[in-house]
């Protein structure tokens, strides 16, 4: 990979309606836009995507995703409701990307700078796989919810043929870092450690605190995590509207996890 301005950088962000714990949130509304249309849009603004995709399902549940997507002009793609790793590698390479950022539906503040970030650290050290943060038990130095996830497509593919654990297969890149020396990877850490901070929106205290936050902000969706940083430390009552959550392990599976390697899917641009 010499000549970084050939790659297709294409960003698949996943959403789904049939959240556990906050069923329907990637279309709630969040200051005048659903959730979904804040991500899409802050990952836009990255300046090394070249495209963003929404990968939702092929369950009949995800029809207002798609709706949402037609009405926006929002390339997609569906496939598999569990399997994401074959929903992530199928909407790959479908829209022919050399390098595939990972962001999630129910992270609305993205900062479309760390996403750059990102994928520039991938390019210099010659990775395979970067991140702005591991799941625990690793540690993270950046908020939850600005988290980016960067890999090669040669190495999604290799991950799509081999990993075979439900996890690998529902959290999509795991088997890329899991296994230290499997991979060439780079993990980028924040000037201090603001890990316990919490911008994710996966359950009602979550979303409400977001909310509240980007009210804070003047309702604009062009502030900078560093911006938002400033005013939720400013309103310490904001941390604790969503104090009690707890985050996922990397390790949770969905309950109806399926295994099968299904690699259905369908998408417009």
């Known amino acids: 990979m010499s000549d970084e301005a050939a790659f297709n ?3 698949i962000l996943q959403a789904r309606m049939s959240s556990s714990r906050l069923p329907g949130k990637v279309l709630m509304d969040l200051v005048g836009r659903p959730i979904l249309v804040w991500g899409v849009e802050r990952t836009r603004r990255a300046r090394r995507v070249n495209q963003v995709v929404v990968a939702t399902t092929v369950d009949p549940a995800d029809e207002p995703i798609v709706f949402l997507c037609q009405e926006r002009g929002y390339p997609w793609w569906r496939g598999h409701p569990y399997d994401v790793l074959d929903r ?3 909407a790959a390479r479908h829209f022919k990307a050399d390098i595939v950022v990972r962001v999630t539906a129910d992270c609305p503040l993205i900062d479309p700078g760390l996403i750059d970030a990102t994928v520039e650290a991938l390019l210099r050290e010659k990775a395979d796989f970067a991140a702005n943060r591991l799941p625990p038990p ?3 130095t950046y908020p939850i919810g600005l988290d980016v996830e960067v890999c090669t497509f040669a190495v999604l593919e290799r991950a799509w043929r081999e ?5 690998h297969r529902e959290h999509v890149m795991p088997y890329l870092y899991e296994v230290p020396g499997r991979f060439r990877t780079v993990v980028l850490d924040a000037d201090a450690d603001y890990g316990q901070v919490r ?3 996966d359950t009602p205290q979550d979303l409400e605190a977001v909310r509240q936050l980007v009210i804070l902000l003047g309702g604009r969706d062009d502030f900078t995590w560093r911006e938002a940083l400033a005013v939720w430390q400013a309103h310490p009552e904001l941390a604790a509207l969503n104090a009690r959550v707890n985050h996922h392990s990397y390790k949770d599976v969905d309950a109806r996890f399926n295994s099968g390697r299904a690699s259905q899917g369908d998408n417009s641009l």
């Open 9 to 11: 950088v294409v960003a």
């Open 88 to 90: 992530f590698y199928q």
């Open 138 to 140: 690793w540690q993270r």
């Open 163 to 167: 990993a075979q654990a439900p996890h």
């Open 199 to 201: 911008w994710t929106v």
